[in-house]
Every structure is written in C-alpha cells, then in structure tokens.
C-alpha cells in the first residue's frame, strides 16, 4: 500500500534519483532544498510503498489555486498506480487547504501523463512554447477546476475505488 508522506531534507537523496532518471532537465538538490525551507505556500510529499520511495510531488499555492510544481514515479513503478495515488493526494491536499482549483503543466508528448490527468478532470487551456529548455518541447497548461464540489468530490471517490 502506498503511504504519502511530507517530503523531508533526508528524503533527498532519493527524490534526486528519481528526478534524474525521469526528467531531461531534472531540479537540483538546492531547488528542493530552497522548497521544503518555504513554510507556507508548498506542500511536498513522498510517496512510499514499504521502506522504498516510488515518487513524489510538490504543490505551490496561490489563493484560490494550488499548481502541482513536481511530480515523478520512479521508473520501476511506472504503470502501476502510484501516480494516480500521488494526483489523489494532491487533489486531497489542495482541497484540505483551501484551493478551489488546481493547475500544472505537462509535456505535449507525455500523452500517458496527459490521460491520468484527464481522470482527475483536467482540461488542456494554453501551450507554453518551448517550455522545456533542454529538449525545446513545448509543455500544455492544463486545470482542474471547482475541486471543492461535490461533483469533484465523487469523481475522486470513482478513483479512488479503482486503488489497489
């Protein structure tokens, strides 16, 4: 069972490795390092499955809204759920302090990611030229709005009930 955590410093080490072997232009340890030091605005979690860190992810908020800044799967367990454990702990996480919509961006060739977002009611807004300086590839604005409804609060519990 996957258990979502707040990310800590000593957590690093293993966040760097997963941020490296997923990302062609990953953060560096002093981005990290600079987030977890913000005591208000961000929440970082990690998501484990026994001792082992599979993923983890970030959120940044801003009144009403809440942008997932990260969010990785380690290799190994791609495929397998924990992404959509992370997105229900984001979405939970944003709800529980306050957001009333959530916001991200994901690479147009992540077609994978793209559909797990869809799940979560995410809609594709705008396009980022060249968002992504090491590869040049563009990146789609994507929101989730009105999260704090009851009709989001079903489609939630529909993922949920999909968990192993």
Known sequence: MIELLPM???DLR?????EQAVFPEPWSHAIFASELSLRTG???????LGRETV?????MFQDEEAHVTTVAVAPAHQGRGVGKELMLGAARIARELGARHLSLEVAVGNTRAQTLYRRFGFV???VRKRYYQATGEDAYVMWAYDIDSPAYDERLARIAETVR
């Open 8 to 10: 800590r410093r000593r």
């Open 14 to 18: 293993k966040v760097m490795a997963i």
């Open 124 to 126: 594709p807004v705008g």
């Open 55 to 59: 993923g983890y992810l970030g959120l």
């Open 42 to 48: 961000r929440a970082y979690r990690v998501a484990r």
